[in-house]
C-alpha cells in the first residue's frame, strides 16, 4: 500500500509527522508530496520517495493555483493505485482532496488551523469556505486539532457527523521532549518559537520588551524562529535586529533543536492571533515550562486547569506585559508547581502515540473501505 502525504513543506513532514512516517514505513510504501527545501533529504534517508511540487502559500494565485490541480491530478493519477491520501495545510487539504474524490483516492486530512482568514468574515473567507465544502464532499476522515474550527465545518456542512474527530494536536514526543529540572535564577527568562508572522504576536513581544526595558525589570525575552519569505505576514527583519539591537528582545536565530533553548528558559509565551494546536507551547510544557499565550482559537487547546498557565488578550501588548509580570512575581515554589503540572498536562494529554494511533485505525479502516 502507498502512503501518500501531501503537505507545503518538508520542513513540517520531517518535523511533526516523522514518527507516524516510521511507523507507517514498517509495512507500506511511503510517498512525499512537498515542495523541496532542504528537508526532503531526511524524509529521503528514512526511506521515503519525495516529489517536488510548487506550492505558492498563504494568498491565492488563481493561475499557479491552476497549474498546481493539473500537477496534483497527473502525480496522484500515476500512484493511484493501492494508495491513501493523507492531506495537511490549507492549499494540500483543499486541492489534495478535492483531486482524491476525482481519482476515487482515499484521503484522511488534519485540520492544523484555519489561518487568520477566519479570524474576520469576509469575501475570501466563504470563498475558502466553498473550496472546503467541494473538496471534502466525500473524504474518508477529517481530524482536528481544536473545537472551534470542527464547529466551523459542521455550521457550514463541510463534514457531517460521522467522518471527523478531534485529536491532541500532532502530539509530543514525550521522549525527546523529556522534563528538565526546573532550577532558580537570578532572572527570568521567557520564550517565544514562532516563525516570524505578524499573526504570532511578535510585535506585541517585541512592545512589551519595550517596556520592560524601560521599567528596568530583571527579564529576559528570548525569541527563536525563521523569516518567512513571500508572506505578507512576515515581520520585517529590521523590526527584528533592531529590537534585538536594543536589547528589547533577544533574538537567538532559528534552530532545527529547540531543546537547548527550551532547557534555558523558564516559560514558554505565545501571543498568537489563531493556531490549529501550538506545537511549541506543548514541545515546552512536555519539558516542564510554565505558558503564557492567548485565548485565541487553538491557544486555549492548552488550557486544562489554568494550573500551568497565563492568559494575555489577542494583539495586546500591555496584556501581555502584565502576564510576564506577574509570573516573573511568583515565588520559586510556585514556578516550579506550575513546571511540574505542566508536564503531567502533556503526559495526560498530549502523547504523540495517541496521534499516531489515530492515524493508523483510519488508514487500517480505509483498507478495509476499499477493499
Not at 496522484?76 to 495537511?88: A, E, H, Q, V
Not at 490549507?90 to 486541492?95: G, S, Y
Not at 525589570?217 to 528570548?222: A, Q
Not at 495586546?316 to 511540574?340: C, P, V
Request: net charge positive.
Amino acid at each position: 500500500m502507498k502512503i501518500i502525504f501531501f503537505s507545503n513543506s518538508c520542513w513540517s513532514v520531517q518535523n511533526f509527522r516523522v514518527n507516524l512516517i516510521k511507523k507507517l514505513l514498517k509495512n507500506h510504501e511511503v510517498i512525499i508530496l512537498a515542495p523541496f527545501d532542504g528537508y526532503q533529504k531526511k524524509l529521503i534517508n528514512l526511506g521515503c520517495k519525495v516529489i517536488n511540487i510548487k506550492i505558492v502559500n498563504n494568498k491565492v494565485v488563481f493561475f499557479s493555483d491552476f497549474i498546481l490541480i493539473f500537477k496534483i491530478l497527473k502525480i496522484l493519477f500515476d500512484l493511484k493505485k493501492n494508495s491513501i491520501l493523507l492531506n495537511f495545510t490549507i492549499k494540500p487539504l483543499i486541492f489534495g482532496t478535492f483531486v482524491s474524490r476525482l481519482l476515487k483516492i482515499p484521503s484522511i486530512c488534519m485540520v492544523t488551523g484555519l489561518g487568520t482568514v477566519f479570524m474576520k468574515k469576509n469575501l475570501l473567507t466563504f470563498f475558502v469556505l466553498f473550496l472546503y465544502r467541494i473538496a471534502f464532499k466525500n473524504v474518508f476522515h477529517v481530524f482536528f486539532q481544536n473545537k472551534d474550527d470542527k464547529k466551523i465545518f459542521l455550521k457550514h456542512k463541510i463534514i457531517n457527523h460521522k467522518n471527523f474527530s478531534l485529536i491532541p494536536g500532532s502530539g509530543v514526543d514525550l521522549k525527546k521532549f523529556s522534563y528538565k529540572k526546573y532550577n532558580k535564577s537570578t532572572h527570568t527568562t521567557f520564550l517565544l518559537v514562532a516563525r516570524l508572522l505578524k499573526e504570532k504576536g511578535i510585535i506585541e513581544y517585541i512592545n512589551a520588551g519595550k517596556l520592560i526595558k524601560k521599567k528596568k525589570i530583571n527579564i529576559k525575552l528570548n525569541l527563536v524562529g525563521s523569516f518567512i519569505e513571500d508572506n505578507k505576514s512576515s515581520i520585517n527583519k529590521k523590526i527584528i535586529f533592531e529590537a534585538h539591537k536594543n536589547n528589547e528582545i533577544n533574538y537567538l536565530g532559528f534552530f532545527n533543536d529547540v531543546r537547548p533553548q527550551i532547557k534555558k528558559a523558564d516559560c514558554m509565551v505565545l501571543p498568537s492571533y489563531r493556531e490549529g494546536t501550538p506545537r511549541s507551547l506543548l514541545e515546552g510544557a512536555s519539558m516542564g515550562r510554565p505558558i503564557i499565550t492567548t485565548n485565541a482559537v487553538g491557544c486555549r487547546e492548552v488550557l486544562i486547569n489554568k494550573k500551568n498557565i497565563f492568559f494575555c488578550k489577542i494583539m495586546n501588548y500591555s496584556s501581555l506585559y502584565l502576564a510576564l509580570i506577574k509570573f516573573h512575581k511568583l515565588s520559586f515554589n510556585n514556578k516550579k508547581k506550575m513546571s511540574i503540572n505542566s508536564r503531567n498536562m502533556i503526559n495526560l494529554l498530549f502523547d504523540e502515540k495517541k496521534v499516531i494511533s489515530a492515524y493508523m485505525t483510519k488508514i487500517k479502516e480505509s483498507l478495509k473501505h476499499e477493499s
